[in-house]
């Protein structure tokens, strides 16, 4: 099965690469195995390369028995010894930007009872840690660093072949994968296309049988074609404004800070008619449209439109708080965002020339994630004071991902833009509430709170649209945020 991608992966090495789209296909999805599935929406969490786990003391511990018959590409068996190996790594300097960054720190201990099951002991009670710890990207101790460049070795269906930078990556089934026998399409070539167009001209003309991020026009198109069927899935996540206020001035300059104050926060949320962002780029139809800092679909707090009040559309009033807080419009502000889901990219560019229009020096910066990433903790300069990022709605625990990504005092925090005595102490008040009805609560509070201080806004809810030929098909998983268990795809009857 040929694929297209928008981005291409940026290391051999899990536990070096930065970014998303075809890196987290790589690293945590189908060539590698997580401790615990991908957490279906509205579900629990399910193991993967464990086949069971358990709490203890409240929060503290958490147990992992590692599957019966796991093993790595080279046939050898996946062992507590390997986790132990990758929790070393991830506390190493080399792996600083590695998927697993945040979890050191939330690690005081892990412990080998035998050789397949293993306890982790935190740094603190955490109601979802068996969650975080879950996501563990494990990988052998026998394929360290360098040896695994050379030869890189995961556990998960698919096995390295070929990587081509820029080009295309080449996998093939596992014979040692423990669910080897359900696989039907046993190679995948993902190529590295970044334009849309291009890779829909590419599936037309059946150089692929499956992409990815189709834009929703292009859904559209696509749906009159019998050559093709579509499948969309809402991800439960949505495309935030995420205003900095963690330092007094721009980092780098003398410049105070104009987003402290709440008057050009509300200004930059009333300039922008997010309802015509909904109706134009999404065609009224894909993802959602979130009048607040939340939405029942979205984010799965069962909270009504009603119960807030929402920002409407009102350029006059903006351009009169900006006016009245003495806004610097003579600066030009960077809006750095990168490709992703269908209808994201548009919809930060609309939003920008929405701020154009009432004289804002908003500038289009289009880049990768690990960019993006990479700029927010080097140079901070460079993103400040705003960016567009995609985050991921409620869990069915109850967690606010959304929240943790702004939180700079949290152990997720490495994208931290905020410094917030009220917001952190929610922080602290998730990590260790434990019921599912107690953290809806504490959430409700938190999204109002960040609904009143304009602390960020949603342009649009998450949606992912994909299209196949008709060779090959694959059912969608609720919540999807990725293209994940490819060898759940099924090759069709017929099909060469």
Known sequence: MTMAAVADITNRDIHVATGGGLQSFYTVTDFNATLLSIQRQGKPAEPYLTEAWSWDEKGLKVRYVIRKGARFHDGKPV?????LFTVEKIRSPYALNSPNAALPRQIKSVEAIDDRNVVFTLTG?????WSKMGGLVVQARHSPYEAFQKNPIGAGPYKFVEWRPFESLTMEASPYWWDADKVQVKTIVRMVVPEPESRLAMLKSGQIDFMDEVQPRQGEE???DKRFRVKATNTGGWVPVLFSTDTPVIPGTDVPN???????RRAFILAVDRKAIF???ALGKYGSYIPGPWSRAVVGVGATEDEIKPYGYDPKEA???????KFPFDREFPIWYYRTSSGYPEAYQVAIAYWNAI???ARDRLTEVGTIVSYAGDNPARTYPIRMYRVNGLSSEGEAPGYVTFSKNTPEGFNGQMLDAKLEAWALQMRTTFEPADREKVNREMYLYLHEQALTIPLLGGVLIFGFNQRVDWDLVPGQTTVTHLWRAKWMPGAP
């Open 79 to 83: 062992t507590s010894d390997d986790i």
């Open 125 to 129: 009670a955490d109601a979802l840690g």
């Open 222 to 224: 696509l749906l009159k």
């Open 258 to 264: 104009p987003f402290l104050d709440v008057r050009v």
């Open 279 to 281: 109706d134009g780029v």
């Open 319 to 325: 351009r009169r708080l900006l006016e009245e807080a």
């Open 359 to 361: 004289g804002i020096k």
